[in-house]
């Protein structure tokens, strides 16, 4: 448990000195990759929360909507500062009343974690999505939103 505690304030200090100075990790041009991109051609983007402690943001998880195919999609996006870190990252959909549940990908990632997408038609989502860095782990999750 103090070996994780150490770890986790030893990454903490590293990300806020290197974005401090200005620095990125590299790899950390493909985390800024458009998470529309990600999800595929058509989606626009329709909400966001950024992840931030005191001095920098670590995050932003995206929710997206192809008007098209009617699905939503999510992506959990690594700033500047956390790019090419591999950190548990996850993104999370549901959607309400489809019977399937909640959508997530969660894992060690160094850019991204999504796409998660799921149809939602005319009905309310509910997304969100974390990063664990330094010493803490910051998570998002919308009520019922974005109803049709």
Known sequence: ???????????????????????????AATAAAAP????????TRIDSHVFRNPVTELARVQLFYNASTQYNCVVTSHSSSTGGYTLTT?????VD??????????????????????????RCVKWGGMIEAGVGTYTYTSSWEHCG
């Not at 103090?2 to 030893?10: F, G, K, L, N, P």
């Not at 959508?103 to 149809?119: I, N």
């Open 1 to 27: 448990m103090r070996t994780s505690a150490r770890r986790s304030a030893i990454i903490a200090s590293a990300v806020a000195a290197l974005a401090a100075l200005g620095a990125t990790p590299a790899g």
């Open 36 to 43: 529309a991109g990600v999800c595929g051609s058509g989606y």
């Open 90 to 94: 996850g993104a999370w959909l549901d």
């Open 97 to 122: 009343g489809d019977g399937k549940g909640q959508a997530k990908d969660q894992g060690a990632y160094a850019s991204y974690a999504g796409p998660v997408r799921l149809a939602a038609g005319s």
